[in-house]
C-alpha cells in the first residue's frame, strides 16, 4: 500500500460524516429490548411480547384481497401525490357516515402513514427556529421530525393525575412568539388516554388566539373504548390539520398508508412537497385500503376492537392489583401506562431485568420522553389473552 495512502470520507470502515441534525435523533431505546427479545425467541427461549406497538392481527381479509386484486390488474404505477380521488372521497364519505361530519375530498391529503403526513405537515409548517408544543410523554418521533426540519420540539411534562393531558393553561404559559404549532395525540401513545371534545376544544382555542396552528393525531381513532369515537374535525377548519392512518383501527401496519385532513389553503403546499419527498403513497396500498371501510371489513375491525377492550380490562384489573399505579382505566388505543415506583426507581432497568429473568418484553418510559420516564413503562396488549396471562404469571413471580 503507498504511504501516500489514507482513509477517506466514504470510504468503508471511515466515519461517517453525518449532518449536525442527526445528533438530536435518538434511537428507540425499546430497540434495543426488541433485539434482545427476538434473539432470546431465536434461541428458542419463549418471549411474551408486550412491547409491541402494532395489532397482532393480520390485515382484514377484504383488504387484503382487494390489495392482491390491484396487482392482478396491473395498477402498479404512481398515483396523484395527493391520493386515488376514490379513496380521498372514501374517506370523506367515512367522516360522514360515521362522525357526522362533512369533510371536503379536496382537504383530504393521502400519505405513506402518519409518519408521512407529520413529515408533509411539519415540512410546510416549520421554518427553523420555530418552535413546537408537545406532551412528554408523547410519541418519540414526533420530536424528531421536527427537530428534523429544522425546529425545536418544546416538551411539556404531564402527570398521570391531569390524565397526561396537555392543559390550556400549560400551553398558555409556553407559548412565545417563536411558537407556531401544538402537536396532540387523542389517544395517545403511550398513555391510551384520550383528550375529550371540551378539552380539545380549549386547547383549539388556545392555539388559535396567537393565530398558531393545531395538529392532532387521530392515529388511534376507532380503538374507544366505553364512549363514542370522535374527531377533532368537529372543531372547524382553520388553524387545524388532523392525522390519521391505516395503520392501527384498519389492522395495515406495513401497506404505509395515512392522510392528512388539512385547511384547503395548504392542500397546494402539501401536494408540491409530497411530489418532491414521496411522489405518491404505495398504489397498491391505496386500492386495498378502498376495502376499509365496507361493512364486511367494519365489522371485523369492530370485533377486534372488542377483544383489545377485553385484553384491557383484564390487564388493567391485575396489573393493579399487582401494585402497578395506573391512574384511571386508558379510554383507547392497545397500551397502559404503568407508574412502577412501588418496585423499582429506573423503569428502563426494570424493562430489562423483566426480559432477562421472566421472558416478558415491555416498553421502558424513557422511549416517551424524560419527564418522570423512569418511573414508567408501557404494556402493550398486542398479544393474545392466553399469552397476556402467561404474561402476568411470569410478572408476578418476578416481582415476588
Ligand atoms: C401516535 C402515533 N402517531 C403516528 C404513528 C406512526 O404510524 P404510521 O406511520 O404507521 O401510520 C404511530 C405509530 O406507532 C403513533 O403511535
Redesign the pocket.
Known sequence: MSKHWRPFIGMPGSKPLLSRRMAGIEPFHVMDILAQAREMDARGRDVVHMEV??PDFPSPRPIVDAGIRSLQQGKTHYTAALGLPELRQAISDYYLSRFDVQVDAARIVVT???????QLILGVLINPGDKVLMADPG?P?NRHMVRMFGGEAVSLGVKASQNFALSNDQVIRNWDSATRALMV?TP??PTGRLLNPQQLRFLYDAVRAPAGMLIV?E??QGLVYDQPVETALKLGQDNLFV?N????FFGM?GW?L?WIVAPPEYVPALDRLAQNIFLAAPTMAQYAALAAFEPATLEILEQRRRVFQERRDYLYDVLVNLGFRIQGKPEGAFYLFADISAFSSDSFDFARKLLDEAAVAITPGRDFGSYRADRFVRFAYTTDLERLKLGVERLSRFLA
Open positions: 406497538g402494532e405513506p402513514g402518519a409518519s408521512g403526513a407529520l410519541y418521533c395525540a395517545a401513545n393525531d392515529i388511534y392525522v392512518s391505516f395503520s392501527k401496519t404505509r395515512g
